[in-house]
């Protein structure tokens, strides 16, 4: 059962580039508010992962541009998990105007790392219900 999480982002004026559209990096900023409401959604959080000592980086981060949003748009991103292989997890974001025109759309993947000597660990092994969760609702291929 595939899960997607949906979060209305708020536009702001300083968002935007000399050309009057939402500034390229910001779509950064709007999957990871996706991300933390996935996981809001879920009843987990990065805090709690980093609480019990752990950290989730970004290990690749890709995106595209499809439609630009500009202040005074609505826009939403929505967000799931694409790929989650007991070592890395990648979330797929779509970014939607209020009229549901994608945006922009991309996927970040996460490794997890000990907070004292950032190696890579299992997500499977370390937080095995956590990584059974998202099995459970990855993106169906």
């Given at each position: 059962?595939?899960?997607?999480?949906?979060?209305?982002?708020?536009?702001?004026?300083?968002?935007t580039?000399?050309?009057?559209?939402?500034?390229?990096?910001?779509?950064l900023?709007?999957?990871?508010?996706g991300?933390?409401?996935?996981?809001e959604?879920?009843g987990?959080?990065?805090?709690?992962?980093?609480?019990?000592?752990?950290?989730?980086?970004v290990?690749?981060?890709?995106?595209?541009?499809?439609?630009?949003?500009?202040?005074?748009?609505?826009?939403?991103v929505?967000?799931?998990?694409?790929?989650?292989?007991?070592?890395?997890?990648?979330?797929?974001?779509?970014?939607?105007?209020?009229?549901?025109d994608v945006?922009?759309?991309g996927?970040?993947?996460?490794?997890?790392?000990?907070k004292?000597?950032?190696?890579?660990?299992?997500?499977?092994?370390?937080?095995?219900?956590?990584?059974?969760?998202?099995?459970?609702?990855?993106?169906?291929?």
């Amino acid at each position: 059962m595939e899960y997607v999480s949906s979060r209305e982002i708020q536009l702001y004026y300083a968002d935007t580039d000399m050309m009057g559209v939402i500034y390229h990096a910001n779509y950064l900023k709007f999957f990871e508010l996706g991300r933390g409401g996935f996981l809001e959604d879920l009843g987990y959080s990065y805090v709690e992962m980093e609480n019990k000592g752990y950290f989730a980086p970004v290990y690749d981060i890709q995106a595209t541009y499809k439609k630009p949003l500009r202040y005074g748009d609505k826009a939403f991103v929505k967000t799931w998990v694409e790929l989650n292989d007991g070592l890395k997890t990648t979330y797929g974001y779509t970014v939607e105007n209020g009229e549901g025109d994608v945006c922009a759309q991309g996927t970040s993947t996460h490794i997890i790392v000990s907070k004292d000597t950032f190696k890579p660990k299992s997500f499977k092994k370390t937080f095995p219900e956590w990584f059974q969760k998202y099995e459970e609702i990855k993106k169906q291929d």
